[in-house]
């Protein structure tokens, strides 16, 4: 069933909490109160842990699953088989150069000779010692005229006249015959015989000589050289593997969980690079040690600090509140006319004394709850609460302070039980509501209450100026404010601060939208059972 409360109409804002230019969540209400044992997180927020991007993630994994050990022999071994197989192709290249060079200069001796023999030997002989030349040397024999004529033809297959003409005029070189691949060399017969030339042809083999006992020479080396290699360098690897892992468990021994924070130092096991990582990992070890038993210091000053701060804050409210108590007590005396009737201008500086009364006392109040919630003090007592009927409540009351403005304000929603303390419960509205109605000059403010699952929500809506975006997140710290000067006069900075860290005390959460010139939407979300709220309270918390 929906209740409604009549509207009001006056005139104010809602608080300086709003104003997004999306209509977006801009705080869940998962304030960290101080971390202490048995803390628990509020169900709006949970911590997260970075984790590098996939793709560093994915490198990572594949470099892991490279052996080392055996990396380095393989990597040794193809560049030994590199090697060897260069050297042996340079080496036959080498042989097969000295060999064509051998067989130009076998072509041209016997060129020579057996031109100087034929200029002394009778036309009916040339065949005949050519022949005999050709069958002892195994070479390839051509006595030509210039125009390209064979005269005397000892070989398997003498070129064609064109091609002899081109070897006459090149002189000497390489060419291809019945035996393959060859170097020929010619040589004119000289006068009176001139106008004939020998032309000799020596086999140049494709695979040099010795090509064999040099592959098998490199191949043998190699192998024991490699091998040697291997030793070496498996021996190595292994070394490094060993102080890599053992520098690796210590430093993961550090790491884990509830280890010291500063570490221990890890012994030196080599002098070579992964010494040095060691060496430079202990400084850095020492040098955190050092920052770390400095940060202690510093962290055990600050706590006293704080704790005195805290104390300080508490014993001044306490002082301030005795005397105030008796101010108010007396105001409300004299406004009761005890002691006689007051003239109009007494009863409205009483007045006045009464409403600056009530506001220092709020300031207090809130120093008060904001010292209880950071010294651990503060506590809760929970039961099933109307949310419906809280709300009612500082509705009611607020029509009060709204009867000068030309303000409306409403109240929607059904009955909604939450598992809360129904005294904060009406903390937490109270200060949306007041902030609200203290910031809207004109126009609505409008709270709504409805269940959803197993949460309830309670949402106050304004339409006063709204809140710069970059002010949403600050407002919720202490002592932070936004608004016109005159609004953050007229308030401690700490309403907001402890609304967040009691919602995150329920297990709750908060969030804000707003826009500049529009308004401001505050929604609290409280668990609707004691089994949605954090199982294990925190250590403020009061035993049922």
Known sequence: MVHGVDDLESGGSSDPVASSSESRPLMRSSYPPPSRPGDSQPFSSRPRVSEPPPSQTGRLQRLSRIPFLPFVPVVVFVLSAIVAVSIVLLGVG????QSDDAASMRARILSQTLAARLRATSLEDRQHVIERAASRSGAELLLVTQDGVVRVDGSLGAPSTERLIDLLVEGEGETNSQMGRVRFSATPLGPPLGHLTLVSFVRAPETPYATGSLISSVAFLTVLLVGIALAVGFALARDVVQDVEFTGERVAEMAMFGAEPSGRLIPVRSADQVGLLTSAFNV???RFAAAEHAYRQDLATAQAHDRDRSAFLAALSHELRTPLNAVLGFADVLLAEVDGPLSEEARENLEIVRKSGDHLRALIDDILDLSGLESGEFQLTRGNVDLFGVASQVVREARATISHKPLKLSLLGESSIVWADERRVRQIIGNLVGNAVKFTREGSVEVSVAPHGNVSRV?????????????????????????????????SGLGLAITRRLVAMHGGLIELESRLGEGSRFTVT???SSEVAPRSAPAHEAPE
């Open 284 to 286: 850095l070890v020492e």
């Open 459 to 491: 949402t106050v809506k304004d339409t006063g100026p709204g809140i710069a975006p970059e002010m949403q997140s600050a407002i919720f710290e202490e002592f932070q404010q936004a608004g016109d000067l005159h609004a953050r006069r007229a308030g």
């Open 94 to 97: 080498e042989l097969k150069a």
């Open 526 to 528: 409280l668990p609707a």
